[in-house]
């Protein structure tokens, strides 16, 4: 697993220079089945991160741009009545794929991004009663802009609660902006890419990660980070049971691309700024006083005790 792991980052880092951390976190999300949100600014490669990881591992992706005018429908997919053969076919919308892009998902109205919750949540869309299920793998990689919010709509706290993890791309490094430079100045390095893996063998990975072992303290340890949270007198809203699910599942994830059948408490630690800070939100008092969810997630993390060793 670590070895093909490593062969998908090294092939989405020819498109995406000095993120190497991103793509890591791209990858447990892949494994752990869970779905990724990538805020930032324009122009520093969200979309073009997650059209590299669809092309590394082969898989179909469709992107799907969030548009105040954009319908429930266009997204889930429609019955059209066929007058030939008198009767309702399905037409597949746009989370119909492996790995689905949602570009600028805060500009879609709330209706239209309540459409995703059924699709993230049990891999399935629901349609005139007819439930369709969705292929494995099935990514959810959306973008959206934090600093320009007109014309966007906050995004639900359901709807946050269902990406496993939120990552900000950042500026590149001067070296890794002029590598870039040169790279895409010769040609296109996203259709150079290759596949270095297939949509089967992804599923097998997945699988594998589901077995990696999560002792009982490492479990605890994961309960006590998110009962924390829900407790702090600086938090309006803590994280939930599926924060919890989500931490242990990506902890599974890291385990296993780090080469371990086994689950460290460093991995939570490591792994929880992004599981669980998009979920938190803080109180007035707190937001004026200048802290926000990632420094009040610093501070719990900090009072919850680490257990020693994995606890095999």
């Not at 324009?42 to 591992?57: D, E, N």
């Not at 966007?152 to 430079?181: C, H, K």
């Not at 979920?279 to 005790?305: F, Q």
């Amino acid at each position: 697993m670590a070895t093909v792991a490593g062969a998908v980052r090294q092939n989405v880092e020819r498109v995406i220079e000095g993120k190497t951390e991103i793509v890591d976190t791209a990858l447990v999300v892949l494994l752990a089945e869970g779905h990724l949100l990538v805020e930032d600014v324009p122009g520093v490669g969200k979309t073009m991160l997650s059209k590299a990881l669809a092309r590394s591992i082969d898989c179909s992706v469709r992107r799907i741009q969030f548009t105040p005018d954009l319908l429930p429908s266009d997204v889930t997919g429609v019955s059209v009545y066929d007058q030939v053969n008198r009767r309702f076919e399905f037409r597949p919308g746009g989370v119909f794929a492996n790995v689905v892009v949602g570009d600028e998902i805060n500009r879609a109205s709330p209706k239209t991004q309540s459409a995703l919750l059924e699709c993230m949540e049990e891999r399935q869309v629901t349609v005139d009663n007819t439930t369709y299920s969705l292929e494995r793998p099935f990514i959810v990689v959306a973008t959206q802009n934090p600093l320009e919010m007109e014309g966007t709509y906050a995004l639900p706290e359901a709807q946050r609660d269902r990406f496993m993890a939120r990552v900000s791309m950042g500026y590149p490094v001067e070296n890794a902006e002029l590598a870039m430079v040169r790279s895409h100045t010769g040609g296109d390095p996203l259709g150079d890419l290759e596949p270095v893996t297939d949509a089967a063998q992804v599923r097998a990975m997945c699988d594998a990660v589901s077995g990696v072992y999560v002792s009982d303290p490492v479990q605890r340890y994961a309960v006590g980070i998110t009962s924390a949270t829900r407790r702090h007198a600086d938090l309006a809203l803590g994280a939930s049971p599926r924060a919890t699910l989500h931490l242990v599942r990506a902890g599974q994830a890291l385990a296993a691309l780090s080469g371990r059948d086994y689950v460290l408490p460093d991995d939570l630690t490591e792994l929880a700024p992004r599981v669980l800070t998009h979920r938190l939100v803080t109180t007035v008092e707190a937001t004026m006083g200048g802290r926000d969810a990632g420094a009040v997630l610093g501070r719990v993390l900090a009072a919850v005790p680490v257990p020693d060793g994995h606890g095999a």
